[in-house]
C-alpha cells in the first residue's frame, strides 16, 4: 500500500516555543494527545508520525539518518524545536539533533540510549505475529484481537498494536506500520548508527534522559556512550514504570517534561 508523501503531523496550542513529539516503533502521533494537551498551555506541539508509521510516508528502507532527516525537514533554525523522543522516536530524535543542531533548542529522550542493543526479537515477534495474520477474515477489531492472543499474551500489549490496524473505506482492513520493511530492517532498529555519525559533533544542547526504574533501556554502562554524544545531560529516572514511561506514569512524566520545557 502507497501511502502520501511527506509526514503526518497534528498541532496543537497557538503561542510559546515549539515543541514536538516523535513516538516510538508501532506508535502514532496521536499516542501522545494527553501529554500534548497539558503541554500545549505554554508551547505550540506537533504531534509526528514518524516514517514507517501512521499515515506518513513509506520508504522503500528504514535506517535512522534517513528517518532523522525527514523529520528535520519539519523545522526551521529561526524557530528552533525542544524535541521529545520515545524509543525509535528518541534514537531518531538524537540522530537528528546531532546532524541538525541548529534546528534543535533541547532534547528529552524517552528510555533509550545511543547504543546498539543486541536483540529485538521481542519487537521482531509482534512484527511476525502481525503479519501473519489474515485480515481478510476480520469483521471487526475483535476478531484481531482474538487472533492475535497466542502469539502476543499480553492485552496490553495487543491493545497497543491494534491502534495500528485501520480500516479503509471499502470495509477492508489494513496495517499503518510499513511491517515489511520494519521486519527486514530490524538489525538497523535496535542498532545506532555510529558509522555514519563519524565526524559529528556531540550535541551542546541541554538534553534531558526520562527512563523507566523497571526498564533496561537505560543502564549505567550505556551513560559513556550518552555523555560523549550528549554532554550537557541530565538523567530522571521514574519509579512504577517500565518502557512505556510516559503511558505508566502520565502525571509523574507530564510534570517532569514540564519542568524542563519551562
Not at 510559546?16 to 500545549?40: E, M, R
Request: glycine fraction near 8%.
Amino acid at each position: 500500500m502507497l501511502r502520501e508523501q511527506g509526514l503526518h503531523t497534528t498541532t496543537l496550542g497557538a503561542r510559546g516555543p515549539l515543541v514536538a513529539f516523535c513516538h516510538g516503533l508501532f506508535g502514532q502521533g496521536k499516542n501522545w494527545t494527553s501529554i500534548a494537551k497539558a503541554v500545549a498551555e505554554d508551547h505550540r506541539v506537533l504531534l509526528v508520525d514518524m516514517p514507517h508509521h501512521g499515515r506518513s510516508t513509506w520508504p522503500d528502507h528504514f535506517d535512522y539518518v534517513d528517518v532523522a532527516d525527514r523529520v528535520a525537514e519539519l523545522f526551521d533554525p529561526e524557530d528552533p524545536v525542544a524535541l521529545v523522543g520515545h524509543s525509535m522516536g528518541g534514537k531518531a530524535a538524537m540522530v537528528l539533533a546531532l546532524r541538525h543542531p541548529e534546528l534543535v533548542e533541547r532534547l528529552c529522550v524517552v528510555d533509550v540510549s545511543p547504543v546498539d542493543y543486541e536483540s529485538a526479537s521481542e519487537f521482531a515477534g509482534y512484527i511476525r505475529a502481525m503479519l501473519a495474520l489474515d485480515l481478510t477474515t476480520i469483521e471487526r477489531r475483535s476478531d484481531a484481537d482474538a487472533a492475535l492472543a497466542d502469539a502476543v499474551r499480553s492485552p496490553t500489549v495487543r491493545s497497543f498494536l491494534l491502534q495500528n490496524l485501520r480500516r479503509e473505506d471499502d470495509g477492508t482492513w489494513s496495517w499503518q506500520p510499513n511491517l515489511e520493511v520494519l521486519g527486514r530492517d530490524i538489525a538497523a532498529l535496535s542498532g545506532w548508527p555510529e558509522d555514519r555519525l563519524a565526524g559529528a559533533a556531540p550535541y551542546d544542547g541541554r538534553t534531558l534522559w526520562i527512563n523507566g526504574e523497571t526498564s533496561d533501556y537505560v543502564r549505567p554502562d550505556y551513560v559513556a556512550a550518552m555523555d560523549r554524544w550528549f554532554p550537557r545531560n541530565r538523567r530522571v529516572t521514574i519509579k512504577g514504570a517500565g518502557h512505556w514511561v510516559h503511558s505508566e506514569q502520565p502525571a509523574v512524566f507530564t510534570e517532569v517534561l514540564r519542568r524542563f520545557l519551562a
